[in-house]
């Protein structure tokens, strides 16, 4: 059985990826917008379509039911009755989206209560909510406005590539379909989400860079003073703080000894580009434990201040990367301080670190 729904968006998304690609291949850093704002208005109207049809899919498959307007249990509508009586009697097989289309002018939600209701049947992160939301506000300035300065086109370049990597890895790849075209689509995904990540991380770092490790290197000198060297040897650890401006998003990282003396990455300094911020935590889980969140907007004013957990050891966020400002929504905010920046604080973080070090149990290493 065709799922003629989904053949739609599919067709919306490739639609995207190729005016996205020819928009990257003829102006990539946005210098010429009189030429290539006609390729990103349509791949961006192509995207907002394909994830509204997407979604209704999604929402489809757990109920079709739902994604109709003002449907009411004790007063179906008769096009629904005749659909599923024809079904039961074996005299169709099509999906009930296309029945319905056929058979009447029943509309669906709009994109706005689309969102909503995928978003928490399928517990989507806030992060790619907040990108979807936003998607849909961009394409309404897009055909009216346009984009005006290379600072709007970046942050809509990491949106855009956001939610490229939400649809290959939680769509796509989760869909019973022709399999040669979605490898060929994953493909595609892969090589523009790469592009357009990478244009949005090299201007923020770019126009961050001294303030970045102008942080990283405040942090990293507090780890060396007495008070946390003396607490490293109560805990019987072994352990440094050191930068690594060379690595994507990464710029600094806490190693710790494991008992065979090989060191292992426990803590890192991550950016946030979305987010203006910088997130301490741990280097490998994606769900945490987040130690700290350093907005750099707040880290600018005079009263310099930054988001501490409140937990011991951490505070473990699911998909922490995803979440968007978690640390100020609940049910997350509870476990963060807002609290001055300086070294009493960020001493108490580094001892977070230092203590979660202190938990962690590591695997035999068998060859």
Known sequence: MKIYLFDNAIDSFEWSLRHLRTFLETDS??????????YLKQAILCLNSALELFFKERISAINPLLIYEHIEINNLPQVFIDYYAKQQNGEIDEPLYNYVIEN???HT????KCIELYCSLYS?????????????GIRNKLTHLGIKSQEEYYILAGRIADILNYVHYNIIMKI?????????????IFNIESVLSNLEESIWRIANESRIEEICNNIISYSN???????????KILASFGSTFDADYVYSIYTMKRDDNEDTEI??????VQNNALFISDSDLNDGPVFAILPLIDLNSKHPRFYISNDENGTNIP???????????????AHFSYVPYGKNKIIEMLKKIINYMSIIEFKPFTP
């Open 267 to 272: 803590c890192s300094i991550y950016g946030s």
């Open 319 to 333: 998909e922490f990367q995803g979440q968007s400002d978690f640390w100020k929504e609940k049910p997350y905010s």
């Open 29 to 38: 850093n946005f210098e010429n917008p009189d030429i290539s704002t006609t």
């Open 176 to 188: 019973d379909y022709l399999p040669t075209r979605l490898e060929n689509i994953c493909l595609e």
């Open 225 to 235: 003073c007495e008070e946390i060297q003396k607490y490293l040897q109560e805990k």
């Open 104 to 106: 009447t002018e029943l």
């Open 109 to 112: 939600i709009d994109y706005s």
């Open 124 to 136: 989507v992160a806030q992060g790619h909510k907040k990108n979807f939301i936003e998607l849909n």
